[in-house]
T-cell receptor, first 113, second 111 residues
Framework: ETGVTQTPRHLVMGMTNKKSLKCEQH?????MYWYKQSAKKPLELMFV???????ENNSVPSRFSPECPNSSHLFLHLHTLQPEDSALYLC????????????FGPGTRLTVL | QKEVEQNSGPLSVPEGAIASLNCTYS??????FFWYRQYSGKSPELIMF????GDKEDGRFTAQLNKASQYVSLLIRDSQPSDSATYLC???????????FGKGTMLLVSP
């Protein structure tokens, strides 16, 4: 399998649930990203990892918890979410974090009831 | 604070026409420039990148960069209805941890 993959593609969860989103990149990249995209809104950067170290956290609520166990895998752990957290969550990767092309996964469509 | 500005549109063009999408950026030190296409409900996909002043062509797409004016554009020749999407401009600059994306311009190509 090539490129950037994300699972699950769709997720419906209640506000008291705990779930995790998974991202895997097969491109040999060193940087990985989580973005949130709400309906008819621009991309919002959530987290940036470079060589498995978190380098940016854009004031994201603590109910979102990222994890990067190695340079190929990125997780977003979710707990006690709110309905306004319903969105498309996109993972991306790039060779380096500053100037390089970012390649996006297909996204996880999250609905919080 | 680095900013990337795009007209939200929609930009409407007839099939076969040239669509011109524009983007301005605030950081004069920016060095890399990208255009992504995003269909509704899908993830962004890379169309082109450009690093040097001037034009870069790839099939029906031409990216134009003018660093003095801090302006980058995307021209789509012979526009097709399948080109209807939101086009995102992204800019990279040293000292920032990642690319900065504009809000995107919606393009509508009518048959």
């Amino acid at each position: 399998e090539t490129g950037v993959t994300q699972t699950p593609r769709h997720l419906v969860m209640g506000m008291t649930n705990k779930k995790s989103l998974k991202c895997e990149q097969h491109l040999g990249h060193n940087a990985m990203y989580w973005y949130k995209q709400s309906a008819k809104k621009p991309l919002e950067l959530m987290f940036v990892y470079s060589l498995e170290e978190r380098v940016e956290n854009n004031s994201v609520p603590s109910r979102f918890s990222p994890e990067c166990p190695n340079s190929s895998h990125l997780f977003l752990h979710l707990h006690t979410l709110q309905p306004e957290d319903s969105a498309l969550y996109l993972c991306a990767s790039s060779l380096d974090k500053m100037l390089d092309t970012q390649y996006f996964g297909p996204g996880t469509r999250l609905t919080v009831l | 604070q680095k900013e990337v500005e795009q007209n939200s549109g929609p930009l409407s063009v007839p099939e076969g026409a040239i669509a011109s999408l524009n983007c301005t950026y605030s950081d004069r030190g920016s060095q890399s420039f990208f255009w992504y296409r995003q269909y509704s409900g899908k993830s962004p996909e890379l169309i082109m990148f450009i690093y040097s002043n001037g034009d870069k062509e790839d099939g029906r797409f031409t990216a134009q960069l003018n660093k003095a004016s801090q302006y980058v554009s995307l021209l789509i020749r012979d526009s097709q209805p399948s080109d209807s999407a939101t086009y995102l401009c992204a800019v990279g600059a040293p000292g920032y941890s990642t690319l900065t994306f504009g809000k995107g311009t919606m393009l509508l190509v009518s048959p």
